[in-house]
């Protein structure tokens, strides 16, 4: 979702916690809900015959504290977001999943943000570029574009499959291609038929080109 996000056409927005992968704040308490629609759904529930346990997680479906918890910036109490008490709990896994902890992790997924950023920003055609390619082969996406005023074009394919699948980069770009990321590995090697991994994310680029 991120690479799609940060190289297809539109204004990308990203909410805090995202870029590191935090999860779903849950309440496993009625005293840890704050969102007035969670407990509404919560009251409705328990009036429909719903049991305590069977209400709350109704309500934690209906409510919005779920994307509501403190940014994780650090492993430490309540995640580094304040040194007082924070108005709602922690996300799960915060001493895992934080700033802190994946600045220090070259494969991080915020390190992987960090450079789809930095590839947005330098190359026009994540930007600017045109829909050569837009299509679906099943749970695989691919979409090719290109920028004349820069003579680039630039292949992404996005695996959400649960199995490996095969493309042809060079195919697709209509000559050379290079692979310049990936969110499953360093490199995708090879130039013809190259086989994604399960839930990868790859892009590849090709320049410079000639239009008639």
């Excluded at 049991?51 to 995640?79: C, V, Y």
């Excluded at 992987?112 to 837009?134: C, E």
């Excluded at 695989?140 to 005023?149: A, D, G, P």
């Amino acid at each position: 979702m991120a690479t799609l996000a940060l190289t297809a056409k539109g204004v990308p927005f990203l909410y805090f916690g995202e870029e590191i992968g935090m999860r779903n704040f849950v309440a496993h308490k009625l005293e840890d809900m704050r969102d007035i629609q969670g407990l509404k759904a919560y009251e409705i529930a328990l009036q429909r015959g719903a049991t305590s346990a069977e209400a709350l997680k109704i309500a934690n479906t209906k409510g919005r504290d779920a994307s509501r918890s403190p940014m994780q910036w650090k492993a430490s109490p309540h995640g580094g977001f304040t040194s007082g008490t924070p108005w709602i709990g922690m996300g799960p896994n915060y001493q895992q999943l934080n700033v802190e902890s994946e600045c220090n992790q070259p494969n991080s997924l915020l390190h992987y943000y960090k450079k789809l950023l930095h590839l947005r920003n330098t190359q026009d055609v994540f930007q600017l570029g045109d829909y050569d390619v837009l299509e679906r082969r099943g749970n695989l996406i691919l979409y090719v574009r290109t920028l004349k005023e820069t003579n680039t074009r630039a292949l992404v394919a996005l695996n959400y499959d649960n199995q490996s699948i095969q493309i042809d980069p060079s195919e697709l770009l209509d000559g050379q291609a290079t692979n310049i990321l990936s969110s499953r590995r360093d490199i995708v090697s090879g130039t013809d038929l190259i086989t994604l991994l399960p839930n990868e994310a790859a892009i590849w680029m090709r320049a410079p080109l000639l239009f008639d």
